[in-house]
T-cell receptor, first 111, second 111 residues
Framework: NAGVTQTPKFRVLKTGQSMTLLCAQDMNHEYMYWYRQDPGMGLRLIHYSVGEGTTAKGEVPDGYNVSRLKKQNFLLGLESAAPSQTSVYFC??????????FGPGTRLTVL | EDQVTQSPEALRLQEGESSSLNCSYTVSGLRGLFWYRQDPGKGPEFLFTLYSAGEEKEKERLKATLTKKESFLHITAPKPEDSATYLCAVPAGAAGNKLTFGGGTRVLVKP
């Protein structure tokens, strides 16, 4: 089992560019989550999904969109990147909505 | 609003010097408390879940305990490989299917 994987590992964008981060899990988990982690701010929930075809807003959803077309994948999109979105992004999955298992992260820099 | 506060923010220990990390929480009804370990450049790794006051769990040199208002992570005779950031989290939201994280405690164990 690979667990939770994230693509890409690193990315540099210019302001205004768009991109999609891919999260994949092979544990057949129902719940999936996207977080961002910034120095001094801790882990903050962006969006989450409680099952295939569902999405919900977390604590800091502005500027991001998500889709969960397949149970094993959860995509995070940035339509028009801003420097404030420079961060490390983590995806997580959970079977029951409590214990979460995290991916290795994507380090995004927006210039 | 659910809140999780961890202290201290950073801890420097000599190898073999035992210590404790604190996680205090304010929630309407505790539905579990989670401890994670995060190494630099990696995603958080699940350590423990505690569900009721008085519960204790151990893993190698780590022992987590829970009261009605806080949790402690005791590190006994730490080794340099125990250096990491330790995060605690509690379930949040009406359904309890997302986590609110504390800011973490950075632990450095010097040989």
């Amino acid at each position: 089992n690979a667990g939770v994987t994230q693509t890409p590992k690193f990315r540099v964008l210019k302001t205004g560019q768009s991109m999609t981060l891919l999260c994949a899990q092979d544990m057949n988990h129902e719940y999936m989550y996207w977080y961002r982690q910034d120095p001094g701010m801790g882990l903050r929930l962006i969006h989450y999904s409680v099952g295939e075809g569902t999405t919900a807003k977390g604590e800091v959803p502005d500027g991001y969109n998500v889709s969960r077309l397949k149970k094993q994948n959860f995509l995070l999109g940035l339509e028009s990147a801003a420097p404030s979105q420079t961060s490390v992004y983590f995806c997580a999955s959970s079977q029951t909505g409590d214990t979460q298992y995290f991916g290795p992260g994507t380090r995004l820099t927006v210039l | 609003e659910d809140q999780v506060t961890q202290s201290p923010e950073a801890l420097r220990l000599q190898e073999g010097e035992s210590s404790s990390l604190n996680c205090s929480y304010t929630v309407s009804g505790l539905r579990g408390l989670f401890w994670y370990r995060q190494d630099p450049g990696k995603g958080p790794e699940f350590l423990f879940t505690l569900y009721s006051a008085g519960e204790e769990k151990e893993k190698e040199r780590l022992k987590a305990t829970l009261t009605k208002k806080e949790s402690f992570l005791h590190i006994t005779a730490p080794k340099p490989e125990d250096s990491a950031t330790y995060l605690c989290a509690v379930p949040a939201g009406a359904a309890g299917n997302k986590l609110t994280f504390g800011g973490g405690t950075r632990v450095l164990v010097k040989p």
